[in-house]
């Protein structure tokens, strides 16, 4: 009976990340191009995106990967939420795998992550948006792997 109803159930007992496509099995992840006027932000996407590779197990040195992950950060805002002194940061990427210069999948991720402004200390308050950045970073490449990997 549970074999029955198991088999129409839409889900899929395999393993995180073993849709890449035609045959990848290691990746490369080069640093992101960084299409904002936010400084060094393409640095906090690619080092989530390579976290995420090592916790499935896909990241690779140049001498053994046989696709690239490449990204570009797309957009980045701030705005205020209707809550006071919460602010809002929205960030958006693409993401890509490319084996010998063709892409064969791409898709783009966005999202948004709120934060406190903090007691009126400007200082205080752009450090609780980096933190709220590096928080979206890592959800949406999370998000991102999962979306190019076929795990959705």
Do not use: H
């Amino acid at each position: 009976m549970w074999v029955a109803a198991g088999t129409g159930c839409g889900y899929r007992l395999t393993p995180r990340g073993d849709g890449l496509p035609e045959g990848v099995t290691a990746l490369c992840a080069p640093v992101f191009t960084n299409a904002t006027a936010e400084p060094t932000l393409e640095t906090v996407f690619t080092r989530f995106l390579r976290q995420e590779l090592i916790r499935v197990g896909r990241l690779a040195d140049a001498a053994s990967c046989n696709a690239r992950m490449e990204g570009t950060v797309l957009s980045v805002a701030s705005s205020p939420t209707i809550i006071p002194n919460y602010f809002r940061v929205f960030a958006q990427a693409r993401v890509r795998i490319v084996k010998d210069g063709q892409v064969l999948t791409e898709t783009i991720v966005s999202g948004t992550e709120d934060y406190l402004l903090g007691s009126g200390d400007v200082l205080e308050a752009e450090a609780n948006r980096q933190v709220a950045l590096e928080r979206l970073a890592e959800v949406l490449m999370r998000d991102g792997y999962d979306r190019l990997a076929g795990a959705w």
